[in-house]
């Protein structure tokens, strides 16, 4: 074989092998194309499934906003009717009071005046002497003065208790209102729980023992008015929870960067399931007293000075409430 002859043998081996890759390489090409084809389709799809995850979103803000809102509308609701409950009852107890009163006063005002003329008869030693006798008599009869002299002490003492419902229930709304603000001082702990009980003394019916198991601690930075306010509340829960008497036992003392408080009571206690509800708003396991509102705002007030409290409870066996506070805490 001619060298020649060798040499087209050997470039007719390179064209097929420059053809068979070229096959190869336009078949890779061509895969290619098609994958990028089914890329761009991917893309269009991912696109288009982008454009629906924004609307979504989009539309989930803007439900979220309107479950807010109606969360909210609800709350107020809930405190409306709360109040309402309070303030009826309350203003109910005044209507009644003042209009048994005021017939009160309207008999013992026949009765004085009939007292009146008779002095005046009396005096002139007239001939209606005996009609006036038979007269005052005739209304004196059906009456007995003492005793309505003690139904109107009873009924102003109502009344009273009745306006401090009000009042307290007003105290509890302050709380809500945007324009509180917080003023954070260093103050006796201490002085706040007995000025708490003072304020309380009223809700403590004369059966009910208060036990002092008081250690020195030193003074933390607070709120004093609300913090006083969130003691008062826990006090009165203690006292509603002993209608007919028992001991209130409060008590005071530190441990490391913390002061702790105790207010408890030897009531009827709570039951395992509401102990964890028992911080929620507008919740009361006493349905014919209070809006839910007191235990809830303890713990706000709490959560605010940056410490905690929790419910330590058996049922039947009494209720005790424990305030932890920093010492030198940031308020929140």
Not at 29 to 45: A, F, G, M, V, W
Not at 128 to 138: F, I, K, N
Not at 273 to 296: C, D, I, M, Q, W
């Amino acid at each position: 074989m001619s060298e020649s002859t060798l040499i087209q043998e050997q470039l007719q081996e390179l064209l097929d092998q420059k053809r068979t890759l070229e096959k190869s390489l336009q078949e890779k090409q061509d895969q290619i194309n098609s994958l990028n084809q089914k890329n761009y389709t991917h893309i269009e799809k991912l696109q288009t499934k982008d454009g629906e995850l924004r609307a979504c979103r989009e539309r989930v803000g803007e439900l979220n906003e309107r479950l807010d809102s109606s969360q909210k509308i609800l709350a107020m609701g809930n405190l409306a009717t709360g109040i309402s409950g309070r303030m009826d009852s309350s203003i109910a107890f005044l209507r009644g009071n003042i209009s048994s009163i005021q017939h009160h006063f309207l008999a013992l005002d026949q009765v004085l005046k009939k007292q009146s003329a008779f002095i005046d008869i009396n005096k002139a030693k007239g001939r209606l002497l005996r009609s006036y006798v038979g007269q005052l008599q005739a209304i004196t009869q059906g009456l007995n003065i003492p005793s309505l002299l003690r139904d109107i002490d009873m009924r102003i003492e109502e009344s009273t208790d009745a306006m401090a419902v009000v009042s307290k229930t007003l105290a509890d709304m302050n709380y809500f209102s945007p324009s509180r603000r917080g003023y954070f001082v260093k103050d006796d702990v201490q002085r706040s729980l007995e000025q708490a009980l003072t304020m309380a003394q009223r809700d403590l019916v004369d059966t009910v023992e208060v036990r002092r198991e008081y250690t020195e601690v030193p003074n933390i930075v607070c709120d004093t008015q609300r913090l006083q306010q969130a003691l008062y509340n826990l006090i009165q829960n203690a006292a509603e929870a002993m209608p007919r008497g028992g001991i209130l036992t409060l008590r005071l003392g530190n441990q490391n960067s913390m002061v702790w408080i105790d207010v408890a009571d030897n009531g009827p206690g709570v039951a395992e399931h509401n102990r964890e509800k028992v911080f929620n708003l507008f919740f009361s396991s006493k349905p014919t007293r209070g809006a839910g509102v007191g235990l809830y705002l303890v713990k706000q007030v709490v959560d605010e000075h940056g410490g905690s409290v929790r419910i330590e409870a058996t049922e039947g066996q009494g209720c005790n409430f424990r305030i932890l506070l920093p010492i030198d805490g940031s308020p929140r």
